[in-house]
């Protein structure tokens, strides 16, 4: 297996531009006056030859040509007769300047392929056109007829024929697009994890790399196993299969395919492939432990369904054993991994309704990271229990403001009676935001009593006015309450 950096056009930027506009005015009678030319010189040009670069080995691909077609059309007013004719020229005259490149894909689903892949890992349309250099109304099109079929598949599972065309009659668009997008929705059920594979998809473009997504998927699944203990070489030893004297026992690159998972390349070539890894922010070297690589938010989220079931499998099995210290090992999974693997562990025991978890969440409060912190406040907010209820009670006095925002939020969805005078206290919080969710959150309570210090709130004239409100709403509910317990 190797890697390549993807290759980019050779540098013909001004010579392409100046192949353009002889195009333009000589072989399509362009522009004559100066307004109209001194618009073709500064915008036309300069956004086709970006789509260009940007499309380079599409430069054969006939879908390509469509979407380029359909950018002079919507874009920049040609008629569509006249743009389809000089969309095939100024392709012709980039291969001709650019030449063609070496990963030239001609397959007409693979713009397509690029378009819905961002459009539903969560990219807007501004964004998609900014990365592809594709018309904003040729996007909005392929991607609501994908939405419209998404909701159709639903109800028909796998289309007949008959069914497609009766879609197309309605929608618009050609049959062969139409297969695309039937194809496109249906590797969600066919193959595993392939959210996480469009992700890594769009990283290797992004980042300019040609290897395999599911390659990328491992190697950060390996490092996640030993960040904080490796620095770029020793993890570039472990890749290339060589045996370093730290590395001892039972560990997961002898037992899984982490270890010597590049075994057969170069060494010169997996520093690369770090390098730019490091270059793009995906991989990073702690800032504590000098030198030792970590993954990033961003590599983190391709490796979740591979690792937090079995680490939420390992918390719970750890808890539920008699050992002496099953609370120090179980909270040293938590402690000891990658926040944002960490937040999914705590959202997964929380799916799997087990209460339990609360003790170590308990155990471990401000020794990790805030955001992870944030995750077990909204846990105990879900979960509740006594331990719950002793967490929360000591958050909500925390320097943070944030974590006192939350923990109103969390008091409020557990909704426990013993909450009244912490909330009550809460609601002399110097963060306006805090005393809102505090009010909020005694409405949840639906405990009378408050009603006189909603009063004082609603009556300060130095109280903000969303607090105010707030309070209103929670006076309403209070009074329905008395009103209830009186009958």
């Excluded at 900014?130 to 639903?154: D, F, M, S, W």
């Excluded at 229990?385 to 943070?400: M, N, Q, V």
Aim: charge should be neutral; proline fraction near 5%; hydrophobic fraction near 40%.
């Amino acid at each position: 297996m190797d890697i390549k950096v993807q290759p980019r056009p050779m540098e013909g930027e001004g010579n392409l531009a100046e192949a353009l506009e002889k195009l333009f005015i000589d072989e399509w009678g362009g522009p004559k006056n100066p307004l109209a030319l001194a618009y073709l010189r500064g915008t036309v040009i300069p956004d086709l030859i970006h789509c260009i670069k940007k499309n380079w080995i599409f430069l054969e691909n006939k879908t390509f040509q469509e979407i380029l077609s359909s950018k002079l059309n919507t874009q920049f007013a040609y008629p569509p007769a006249f743009a389809d004719g000089l969309a095939g020229e100024i392709l012709d005259c980039a291969k001709h300047v650019l030449g063609t490149s070496p990963l030239a894909n001609p397959h007409p689903w693979q713009p397509w392929e690029i378009i819905l892949r961002m459009f539903t890992i969560g990219y807007g349309l501004p964004e998609i056109v900014q990365r592809t250099g594709y018309p904003e109304a040729y996007l909005n099109v392929i991607c609501k007829r994908y939405h419209v079929l998404q909701k159709a598949l639903e109800l028909l599972g796998k289309p007949s024929e008959e069914q497609l065309y009766s879609f197309l009659e309605k929608n618009g668009g050609s049959l062969y697009l139409i297969r695309f997008m039937v194809d496109f929705q249906n590797r969600f059920h066919v193959c595993k994890n392939y959210y996480e594979q469009l992700h890594a998809q769009q990283i290797i473009m992004d980042v300019e790399l040609n290897i395999d997504p599911d390659l990328l998927i491992r190697l950060f699944e390996g490092l996640f196993e030993v960040e904080r203990m490796v620095s770029q070489e020793r993890y570039t030893d472990l890749l290339k299969g060589a045996k370093t004297a730290w590395l001892t026992g039972e560990s997961y690159y002898t037992k899984t395919k982490g270890y010597g998972l590049l075994h057969d390349w170069p060494k010169k070539q997996i520093v690369t492939l770090l390098d730019r890894l490091q270059e793009c922010n995906l991989i990073l070297q702690d800032s504590i432990h000098e030198h030792q690589l970590t993954l990033s938010e961003q590599a983190a989220r391709l490796i979740l369904p591979q690792v937090v079931p079995l680490l939420a499998d390992e918390v719970q099995n750890i808890l539920r054993s008699k050992a002496r210290d099953k609370i120090s090992r179980s909270t040293a999974i938590l402690q000891g991994k990658n926040p944002e693997v960490t937040v999914h562990i705590i959202k997964e025991l929380v799916r799997r309704q087990d209460p339990s978890v609360i003790i170590c969440f308990k155990a471990l409060q401000r020794r990790v990271p805030k955001k992870v912190f944030l995750q077990i406040i909204w846990a105990c907010g879900q979960l509740g229990g006594k331990d719950a209820i002793s967490l929360l009670c000591k958050a909500i006095l925390d320097r943070d403001s944030l974590v006192r925002l939350r923990t109103c939020q969390a008091m409020g969805q557990m909704a426990e009676p013993s909450f009244y005078f912490c909330l009550i206290g809460a609601l002399g919080d110097p963060e306006v935001m805090v005393r809102e969710q505090a009010v909020r959150a005694l409405g949840n309570l639906k405990m009378p009593s408050a009603l006189k210090h909603l009063e004082h709130l609603i009556n300060n004239p130095g109280e903000e006015p969303q607090v105010q409100r707030a309070a209103r709403d929670t006076r309403l509910i209070l009074l329905q309450e008395k009103n209830l317990e009186k009958n």
